[in-house]
């Protein structure tokens, strides 16, 4: 599992039949300090997420699991909102 922010909507006219009805977001990756790693991503969205929530997202064969439907096309999907995050989660040697 990894954090995200969503930072933008796909609108795709025609898609694989598995997909209708779900929503497509782009992400854009966090580090544990909330700060952008990498290139955006496209997911599609388990949960309902919106414009600049902070997610959860899942890669690879785990993607497609929290949809009905087996082996879905799926290699990104946000299974999560995160509400708030507690603690200190700096690794030892940024502390």
Avoid: H
Avoid at 26 to 48: C, H, K, S, T, Y
């Amino acid at each position: 599992m990894n954090l995200a922010r969503v930072i933008g909507t796909i609108w795709a006219t025609q898609k694989d039949p598995g997909l209708v009805g779900l929503g497509m977001r782009i992400v854009q990756p966090l580090d544990f300090e909330r700060n952008p790693i990498g290139a955006p991503e496209a997911a599609v969205d388990a949960v309902g997420a919106g414009p600049d929530e902070l997610v959860i997202t899942v890669g690879s064969r785990e993607a497609s699991l929290p949809f009905d439907v087996a082996l879905l096309p799926v290699d990104l999907a946000i299974v999560g909102i995160v509400d708030r995050i507690d603690g200190d989660f700096a690794p030892p040697w940024r502390k």
